[in-house]
């Protein structure tokens, strides 16, 4: 059988400059983190006798890790989950252990200890203002710290809508990809595929978002991309409430925050716990001043009267605590009876008793008020570091596989420039075919 040298070397020539496109793509692309090595994919063409008639270009194929990336994808997701959780514990955290140490607890043992003075001369003015001023200082203190924990956690799901605007523009962006993705013939869509990956790289930062060979995406079992259509994410409720639901024909489907992951799972996740801290400082300060109601209103004043109270506590026992703005000088109920017994100072002295009652909050019966405060403080430092010990974890490892993916799907230039002179060589050896070809046609015809 005849062998068909031009349609060979043609076939060589278009082979060739296939993969010195590629190869210049790859070379041009070498610093894109986003962007995995490509190659020509060729099969070769069988003659009518079963030799080979050439090569044929099927397309462009991209190097791929699909195991690397589902992991680079967890790992980014929990790096990000665990910084913005860090972010807002870290200014929870400054509220209840402040750098200064005059916390709420050293308030309590300031008035504890302001108390103690008093009984030693409940005649004495300047003991009895010390006192009032002391316990002022408590409910102040303990007040402020609760309203800026509620601060801080109302700040945090502030962002969350501006967060879930961002889930569903890349959402689109990744329903449109797969469109376009889906007309493509031939394996041409390598570029394409490129820019998804790195779409859903963004979500899994977001919102710890997972995505399938076909570009299929989820986050916390709830879909984001089903094919070419993007669904939308919305937020519910307000405040506290808030929440997230996946906009459907048919209606909302809710979405558990807490089984999300990236950024707005770690705000969520942060909102809740500083609000529980909140409780839990709202809680200590009115058991605290419920304790010390309950001993001042059995003593007298200089002034005789009695059944007062120190503090005023929130009815629902929520909330914050503030001192009894009718609490004056005269009337502070530092004195156990109404006799009038100089130096009678018994109902201060067991107010100030209470700095060593175990249980006054009912979270830590087996503490003092004082411990009781510092066990509040580590267990949300420990919850804090916690985060901060998974989030450099989780970096050093996003690290390493970013470098594993790089290894298997990035460019390497000595690779690259050496194909580069390959196939230049192969385009050259292709159209010397093709010339030596045409000149045997040439000589044939000329020997007519």
Known sequence: MPVDLPSIGISGIYAAEAELAVTESNIANASNPNYSAESVNLATLAGPDGNGAGVSVLGVQRSQAPFVDSEINIQASSQ????????????????????GGNDVAQDFQNMMNAFTNLSASPQSTALRNAAITAA?????????????????????????????TQVN???????????????????RGAALLDQRDALVGQLANLIGATAD????????????????????????GTGANLGLAVSLPRGRLPVQTSQIGGTIGGTFASAESVSQLQTSVDQYANSVATAINGIYQKGYGLDGSTGNQLFLIPAAGSGT??????????????????????????????????ASTQ?????????????????????????????????????????????????????????????????????????????????ITTFLVQQL
């Open 80 to 99: 990000s989950f665990n910084q913005a959780f860090t972010q807002i514990g870290t200014l929870a955290q400054s509220l209840i252990a402040p750098t």
């Open 321 to 354: 605590i503030a001192i009894n703005p009718a609490v004056t000088v005269q009337n502070f109920a530092a004195a156990s009876s109404a006799s009038g017994v100089p130096g009678d100072g018994s109902n201060a002295s067991a107010m100030a008793a209470l």
């Open 213 to 236: 060979a076909n570009g299929n995406v989820s986050a916390g079992g709830i879909p984001l991309v089903s094919g070419t259509t993007a669904l939308t994410l919305e937020t519910t």
């Open 359 to 439: 249980g006054i909050d009912s979270s830590f019966p087996a503490s003092n008020a004082v411990q009781a405060f510092a066990q509040l403080q580590s267990q949300f430092g420990t919850s804090l570091q916690a985060a901060q010990m998974q989030q450099q974890q989780a970096s050093s490892t996003l690290q390493s596989l970013q470098q594993l993916r790089s290894s298997i799907t990035g460019v390497s230039l000595n690779d690259q420039l050496a194909n580069l002179t390959q196939y230049q060589q192969a385009l050259e050896a292709a159209g010397r075919a093709v010339q030596a070809a045409n000149d």
């Open 136 to 164: 002022a200082r408590f409910a102040s203190d303990a007040q402020n710290v609760s309203a800026g924990l509620q601060r801080d956690a109302s700040n945090a799901l502030s962002q969350i809508g501006s967060l879930v």
């Open 169 to 187: 523009t890349l959402s689109s962006q990744i329903a449109g990809l797969n469109s376009q993705i889906q007309g493509i013939q031939g394996g």
